[in-house]
């Protein structure tokens, strides 16, 4: 204790007095402090700015005739999309398994107040992260309740999907705001 004491009371001790350097030194020359310096090598490394930009917006690449932008599909589709999807090729029992839960979701996407490119961009970067997780994602559009007229949302994602090259089949869930998608398996 009587230590304990002892060690509170030099930390009470007041400080020294800071060092004042004195009056009479002449100011430090920048080029006498770093006499001893050498200069680095010369590695024959050119840095130069880049250029500005020019005064008009550069023109985006045009579509080859016959051809339509990626961002276009499903823009002109029949206003009746159907509800399922299946390639051909598959098993006729494929969208009965897919609508009665035999794949399970592994992934969701919702698209809730996204506009069409958004919702394009993110079921493209959507359907390319998801098939390594697993062969079944739910993909939720909406009814289309509060747009103008018809669904937007709901038409295009069925027309995109159908273009899509990894989709096996899609169904529409009891809803009817979703779909239920089957992915080819990932081959990596």
Do not use: Y
Not at 57 to 85: K, L, M, N, T, Y
Not at 97 to 126: K, S, Y
Not at 150 to 176: Q, Y
């Amino acid at each position: 204790m009587k230590a304990l004491k002892a060690l509170k009371a030099s930390l009470k001790a007041p400080a020294p007095p800071a060092v004042k350097p004195p009056a009479d030194d002449p100011p430090c020359d920048f080029k006498s402090l770093f006499t001893d310096v050498k200069p680095l090598k010369d590695n024959r490394r050119v840095f130069f700015a880049m250029p500005k930009p020019g005064v008009h917006p550069r023109r985006q690449a045009r579509c080859s005739e016959g051809e339509v932008p990626i961002h276009a599909i499903g823009w002109f589709e029949a206003v009746d999309a159907e509800g399922v999807f299946k390639r051909s090729g598959l098993q006729a029992g494929t969208l009965k398994r897919l609508r009665a839960g035999h794949w399970p979701v592994c992934a969701e996407l919702d698209l809730h107040g996204m506009n069409r490119t958004e919702a394009q961009d993110n079921i493209a970067v959507f359907l390319h992260r998801t098939r390594r997780l697993g062969n079944c994602v739910r993909i939720i559009h909406g009814k289309g309740i509060s747009s103008r007229g018809e669904p937007v949302l709901k038409r295009m994602t069925r027309t995109w999907l159908t273009h899509h090259p990894d989709v096996l089949a899609f169904c529409e869930t009891s809803g009817g705001g979703a779909l239920l998608v089957l992915l080819r398996r990932n081959t990596e």
